[in-house]
């Protein structure tokens, strides 16, 4: 059974920093590209930052930029998110996703990621 699980979630004031891990259980974790998208309320799901399989290459949305940094330990089986400067704008469900498709240049369509984790919420306070 495949299980991807979010953590690391919070409530955050404006200029505040966070950190999300996700494990991937049930699968060959090396062999899949992560990213993480989020959703905000009355929004679509987009893509935040996404890294290879073998962590050589990553891409990050331009909102995010200079702002947060994916990276990913492949003997622990996780991808962390590490967040810096959030912004009321970050507020959003943050999903991790797998996908062997991804498993180069991460892409941003949902379509191409395999599996999702449950989500974690982070709220940016003004």
């Known amino acids: 059974q495949v299980q991807l699980v979010e953590s690391g979630g919070g409530l955050v004031q404006t200029g505040g920093s966070l950190r999300l891990s996700c494990a991937l259980s049930?699968?060959?974790?090396?062999?899949?590209?992560m990213s993480w998208f989020r959703q905000a309320p009355g929004k679509e799901r987009e893509f935040v930052s996404g890294?290879?399989?073998?962590?050589?290459?990553?891409k990050n949305a331009d909102s995010v930029k200079g702002r947060f940094t994916i990276s990913r330990d492949n003997a622990k089986n996780t991808v962390s998110l590490q967040m810096n400067s959030l912004k009321p704008e970050d507020t959003a469900v943050y999903f991790c996703?797998?996908?062997?498709?991804?498993?180069?240049?991460?892409?941003?369509?949902?379509?191409?990621?395999?599996?999702w984790g449950q989500g974690t919420q982070v709220t940016v306070s003004s």
């Open positions: 996703a797998a996908g062997v498709r991804a498993s180069d240049t991460p892409p941003s369509s949902t379509s191409q990621y395999d599996y």
């Open positions: 049930g699968r060959t974790f090396s062999r899949y590209g």
């Open positions: 890294i290879s399989r073998s962590g050589g290459s990553t």
